[in-house]
């Protein structure tokens, strides 16, 4: 096997074992812990943590650590938010969301960063186009990544499957779920039905495990990358402290990152209304919180194999195409989801919804990212750092105002971003289709092709 692929393939399981822990325990925060909204608020300090990381730590942290350094330290914040889950109260998930969230930032730009030095140098050896073999990196990543919501949320449903049956809730009560769910009504659903403490206790060790298992996989088998980039390139004297820490908010010098912001933003937005409007207001609401795993993995997995495809097709279709199928499949979802009344006899229409959202996820997790890595090659640290700070802030909008908004008004919020992302991406587009291919001599080639404008729709 390819060296450069096997470090792909590492990367990627290592990430699957750590986010079928983190992912399926997510999706659990809004119903297990509703008291008080703890659950919510919990995952709402983790993506503030993670904002306020992603302005100054990865940069730094990649820079001093290497890209598996900064990986294997920040999968350790991951652990201790499971082993916090244990004794859930707000003195102790608080502080361990606080620790994932600083570790979050730097661990997602550790990982984007290193699959696109990864993917250039294998294109640079195999004469390929580097935007090419990135895609397809990014495809092959998500597609593995992806599909730990299927472990993950199908663990915790065979886990709380234990739990026995409710009766099916009145018409009357179940017209407090879904869009009209404004988290103030006073007849019981589904939603305050809890799993037994040994049953969550189970959950939590294998969910622990899975994630302990995560650093020593990294530790073990990936291959560091800064010796092997520094012999490419040359060796280069390390930037000043400051120049490293601030180099995030430099790159806002660039008009073309002012106007992607809202990608990111938006990408934060509609993860967080799926992991707790999503699976509280509707799934938990109507179905039960048993069902919320089985409805998850079919989300996960419409986004794993969807994640491939996308890696694949869009050096024929160009990312525009795969955008443009986004955009129409969220909204389309979003005004069913206004109009859609849940009930326990509509089993089916639960996936159908969760499959959509996931066609549509993987579009934002695929072509962001290759954007970002493309368009900002020449500073690709601060520029996954920028991406993972505004995702960040959707995420702590969508969880802030999660326990005080009604679900039609969440709704709302996300057509409104939804439409703006499109229209700031489409300037974007615009922009980059009107700038010439410089010419450049052959040893400049894999350069040049980086920074060729990707106007192939």
């Known amino acids: 096997m390819d060296r450069s692929l096997r470090n792909v393939l590492v990367v990627s399981f290592g990430f699957l074992l750590l986010f079928t822990a983190y992912g399926g325990l997510q999706n659990l925060q809004s119903s297990l812990y509703s008291e008080e909204g703890l659950g919510v608020t919990a995952l709402s300090t983790l993506y503030g943590g993670m904002l306020l990381s992603s302005m100054f730590l990865p940069p730094f942290l990649i820079e001093r650590l ?31 969301s606080i620790l994932l969230g600083l570790g979050a930032a730097p661990l997602w730009s550790a990982q984007s960063t290193y699959l696109t030095i990864v993917g250039n140098m294998h294109a640079k050896k195999a004469g390929k186009r580097g935007k090419d073999v990135v895609n397809q990196y990014f495809g092959i990543f998500f597609l593995v990544f992806q599909s730990s919501g299927v472990w993950g949320n199908l663990i915790s449903s065979l886990v709380f499957g234990q739990t026995p ?29 809890r799993p037994s403490q040994p049953l969550v206790y189970t959950l939590l060790g294998i969910y622990t495990g899975s994630g302990v298992l995560a650093v ?24 000043p402290f400051w120049s490293t820490l601030l180099s995030t908010f430099k790159l806002y010098r660039d008009k073309r990152l002012c106007l992607l912001i809202l990608l990111p933003l938006y990408s934060g937005l509609q993860q967080g209304f799926l992991s707790s409007e999503y699976t509280r207001s509707y799934v938990t609401c109507a179905l039960g919180i ?20 996308y890696g694949k097709v869009s050096q024929y279709t160009g990312r525009v195409v ?15 989801l206004l109009l859609w009344r849940p009930g326990a006899d509509q089993l089916a229409v639960f996936f159908v919804f969760s499959g959509l959202w996931g066609v549509a996820d993987a579009v934002w997790q695929t072509q962001n990212n ?52 499109v229209v700031a991406y489409g300037l974007v587009e615009c922009v980059e289709s009107k700038n010439p291919i410089r010419p450049h001599t052959p040893g400049q080639a894999n350069q040049a092709e980086d920074e060729e404008i990707q106007t192939k729709m």
């Open 370 to 421: 290759a954007l970002y890595g493309v368009l900002f090659e020449k500073s690709k640290e601060a520029a996954f750092a920028n991406y993972r700070l505004w995702e960040a802030l959707g995420f702590v909008i969508a969880f802030g105002y999660s326990t005080f908004l009604c679900v039609r008004v969440k709704l709302y919020i996300l057509l409104g971003v939804l439409s703006l992302s």
């Open 66 to 96: 290497g890209c598996k350094g900064t990986i294997i330290l920040s999968m350790c914040g991951y652990v201790a938010f499971s082993v916090g889950n244990f004794f859930a109260s707000w003195y102790t998930l608080i502080p361990t």
């Open 322 to 336: 795969l955008y443009v199928l986004g955009a129409v499949t969220h909204l389309s979802c979003m005004i069913a």
């Open 216 to 239: 020593l996989t990294i530790a073990a088998f990936l291959k560091p990358i800064r010796d092997v980039q520094r012999e490419s390139e040359g060796e280069k004297k390390s930037p």
């Open 165 to 193: 049956s409710q009766e099916a809730l009145p018409e009357e009560q179940l017209m407090s779920c879904g869009a009209s769910d404004c988290l103030m009504a006073t007849a019981t659903t589904n939603s305050t039905q």
């Open 290 to 309: 048993q069902f919320v795993g089985y409805v998850m993995i079919c989300f996960s997995a419409t986004n794993a194999l969807c994640s491939v495809l």
